[in-house]
């Protein structure tokens, strides 16, 4: 009998599929009442990327209570991993993310419906992925600025609120866009014909209400751009599930509007800071484009790989 099939079993044999339902989630009522939870278990939640914030997304999500999901990594755990990431076990090591992080839900949920996807989201794929769900999480490496920027534009065209919410220092910074409001690229001042060190620049800077500050926690020799890592703490990952499934929340039940871009928060539980900030046309203004130039300073894998980009078309 296969993994999926025992954890079932152990499920169906405590009682009907409802009352374990019921019992399993009675500690949430008093937060949400007996028809919310009803409608978060209705709910399908998509998340692209089980990695760091992603897998912990799920795992919340499926304790909260939601029923459906759509999960999306081509990647397998590595050791590199288990500092900071869900379902990275020694035992898992080797094992395709996307694949264990099914498998934790259904230990937790014998009966949620899992539409597993053992591959990174695209735009072959993307359609699929958001096929018949009720709101995005970005789970997405921070470095795959591209993929995230087309799921935000597909999301947008599908009528879908999407959520991010990044580990940046020792802290989270959360930011809503509502498919009626701006858009992923006008928000961040991404342009067209700007190379991926000016893109991935100008999403750091927008996350962050002061990259001077809270880019100041980060040692930048610990940043490696060209081999797409960086430093982080398992505490921030788990901050930013707690704070992006709130926003889930708060979406699927309806309660009041969602505070969405040119909106953007970040809190900093090492300072003790909480920063929230409305930019209303976006984040190109003098300051950030400033701001976007000391980046390229502090971080010389940035300017390798922006100088790097215009040899490639100049040479084309």
Known sequence: MSDDSQARERGSNMSTAAEFYAQATSRNIGLVNESEQAVMQRSRVAIAGMGAVGGHYLLALARMGVGHFVIADADSFEVVNLHRQAGAFVHTLGRNKAEVMAEMVREINPAAEIRVLKEFVTAQNMDAFLDGVDVVLDGIDFFQIDARRQLFEKAREKGLYTITCGQLGYGAALMVFDPQGM????????????????????????????????????????????????????????LCAGVATTEVLKILLGRGEPKCAPHSFYFDPYRMEYSRTFCKHGRDRLIDRLVRKLAFLKFAGLRRLHNAEREAVAAA
């Open 183 to 238: 858009r992923f690229d006008d928000y961040f001042g991404i342009r067209p014909d700007m190379t991926r060190a000016e893109r991935l620049a100008c999403f750091s800077v927008g996350m962050l209400p002061s990259l001077l500050r809270q880019g100041g926690a980060v040692d930048s020799s610990q940043v490696d751009i060209e081999r797409e890592k960086g430093p982080a703490l398992a505490s921030a990952i788990m």
